[in-house]
């Protein structure tokens, strides 16, 4: 049923084959279109790798959303890392190998390597320092390692130019790690970035 307000030229709801709506805070008229069906083998496949995605990224979204230089425009850390995926969602499938997690024109460090230690009580982490003239003193690298299967998640960072960092955590036996990490540096209150890079420790 629609609903005609005459004093703002406007209606909302459907009145015939019209559909009057709010769009950017605009009055708007339509044609009405019959809604396609929602249950379609390729929504399904849509939807599946939208929850795959999303879920292995909600493990660490939040811990990195003041170490990305993503252009989040309203939108959450987590949800831009998924947009930046899309193709990846459309397929249905979590590929953790093929996950981008950061974005940029910075290079990023060379010859990481990552380890659990003896007792499984940290990740120790050294790589070669980023450098350039696009890299400053405050560039950081930051390190990601989860574990959807096991709800594990670590994370930290470290001036790009000590190539070490630690992170304290206590790694279930049976981890299989899926390891992200990239550079972020800053121009002002502005962030940079480089693409994240992807590693196994199991």
Same mark, same amino acid.
């Given at each position: ?35 396609? @069906? !929602? ?26 959303? &003041? ?39 910075? !290079? ?28 400053? @003193? ?25 190539? &070490? ?6 790694? !279930? ?11 972020? @540096? ?17």
């Amino acid at each position: 049923m629609g609903i005609l307000n005459i004093l703002k030229a406007s209606w909302t709801g459907k009145v015939g084959q019209t559909v009057g709506a709010k769009w950017k805070n605009k009055s708007t008229i339509r044609t009405y279109t019959k809604p396609s @069906d !929602p249950n379609t083998p390729a929504q399904q496949t849509v939807r599946n790798g939208f929850g795959e995605v999303s879920s292995f990224v909600a493990l660490f979204a939040d811990q990195i959303k &003041t170490l990305s230089a993503l252009n989040t425009k309203g939108m959450s850390v987590r949800n831009s890392i998924i947009k930046l995926n899309k193709e990846m969602v459309a397929t249905g499938t979590l590929n953790e190998s093929a996950l981008l997690i950061s974005r940029g024109g910075l !290079p990023n460090a060379a010859g990481l390597t990552a380890n659990i230690a003896s007792g499984r009580t940290s990740i120790n982490i050294t790589w070669t320092p980023a450098t350039g003239a696009t890299i400053s @003193d405050k560039a950081r690298l930051v390190f990601v390692a989860a574990d959807n299967d096991l709800n594990f998640v670590a994370t930290g960072s470290a001036l790009n130019s000590t190539g &070490t960092l630690t992170l304290a955590t206590t790694v !279930p036996n049976g981890a299989n790690l899926h390891c992200y990490f990239y550079i972020i @540096d800053y121009r002002g209150s502005s962030k940079v970035a480089s693409p994240s890079n992807y590693k196994n420790l199991a």
